[in-house]
Nanobody, 128 residues
C-alpha cells in the first residue's frame, strides 16, 4: 500500500502562485511515475483532468496544454515527495488537486485509470 498526502492548497488571487506537495509513504515494489490531476467544482470523479506527470527514473515531465508554461512538476527522491509549482493562476484553475502514484503497470500517464493510489486532494481556489 502507498499513502499519499497532499498539502499546500489555499485561496489565491488571479496571477498568484501556489506550491502543492505530495508526500508518499508505505511499501511499494516499484515506482514509475507520479501524476497530478484536478477535479473542478461540480465535475464527476471520472472526469478528473490530467495536469501533469513526472517519471522518476528519467526525471521526465509532461503537462496538459492548459497549464503548460505556468505549472512545473518536480520531485525529491530522498523525501519521496513530488511538488506542483503553480504560477500565473487563473480562476479556471480552481479545483481539488490530487496526486497519484503509478507503479508502471499502465504507462499511459494522462489517464486517471493508470494510477494505483491517490491522495485525498487539496483545494485550490483562485479568485478573480
Amino acid at each position: 500500500q502507498v499513502q499519499l498526502v497532499e498539502s499546500g492548497g489555499g485561496l489565491v488571487q488571479a496571477g498568484g502562485s501556489l506550491r502543492l506537495s505530495c508526500a508518499a509513504s508505505g511499501s511499494y515494489f516499484s515506482r514509475y511515475a507520479m501524476g497530478w490531476f484536478r477535479q473542478a467544482p461540480g465535475k464527476e470523479r471520472e472526469l478528473r483532468e490530467f495536469v501533469g506527470s513526472l517519471i522518476w527514473t528519467i526525471d521526465g515531465t509532461n503537462y496538459a496544454d492548459s497549464v503548460k508554461g505556468r505549472f512545473t512538476i518536480s520531485g525529491d527522491n530522498a523525501k519521496n515527495t513530488v511538488y506542483l509549482q503553480m504560477n500565473s493562476l487563473k480562476p479556471e484553475d480552481t479545483a481539488v488537486y490530487y496526486c497519484a502514484y503509478n507503479s508502471g503497470r499502465d504507462p499511459r500517464l494522462t489517464r486517471a485509470g493508470s494510477y494505483d493510489f491517490w491522495g485525498q486532494g487539496t483545494q485550490v481556489t483562485v479568485s478573480s
